[in-house]
């Protein structure tokens, strides 16, 4: 294959990757631009090839590590996250479809597959939307 063979090979995977935004073809696009050099030094269509499946593979394994630490979001806690696993006293009888708590002085709506009384102790375990779930606390269970 020629060089512009293998220029237009190159800005077809550039095109991929602008178009994508998800690092698809990064690997390829190396292997490609080493392909042009190649083809300049030979026509040999098998030593191409190769050199760009070896290139291309070489890449992968060796940014692979560092592709995925870059693409991989870290989950930065809120100051909301903070009244997860507190305790929370009922001020409206909750049920699954709802119920209120308060907790940290402040009101929040609530859910719990099983009903609650006025007055429990409950722990939160998790924030749904704008309501929290919760479950009796073991102190109060009998």
């Known amino acids: 294959m020629s060089t512009i063979t293998w220029l237009f090979i190159l800005l077809a995977l550039v095109i991929i990757e602008i178009i994508t935004v998800d690092l698809v073809s990064i690997w390829f696009i190396v292997g ?9 030094l030979t026509e040999n269509i098998f030593i191409q090839l190769t050199v760009f499946v ?3 593979t070489v890449m992968l394994l060796c940014t692979k590590k560092f592709i995925n630490r870059v693409k991989t979001r870290k989950i930065i806690p809120t100051n909301l996250d903070r009244i997860i696993g507190l305790t929370g006293i009922v001020t409206e009888k909750i049920t699954i479809s709802g119920g209120e708590v ?3 002085g402040k009101r929040w709506s609530a859910i719990s597959p099983n009903e609650i009384d006025v007055g429990s102790k409950v722990e939160i375990l998790a924030i749904d939307g704008v309501k929290l779930r919760v479950r009796l606390k073991e102190e109060e269970e009998k």
Do not use: G, K
Request: aromatic share 6%.
């Open 102 to 104: 308060s907790v940290d």
């Open 32 to 40: 490609a631009l080493a392909c042009c050099f190649v083809s300049l």
């Open 54 to 56: 070896v290139v291309s």
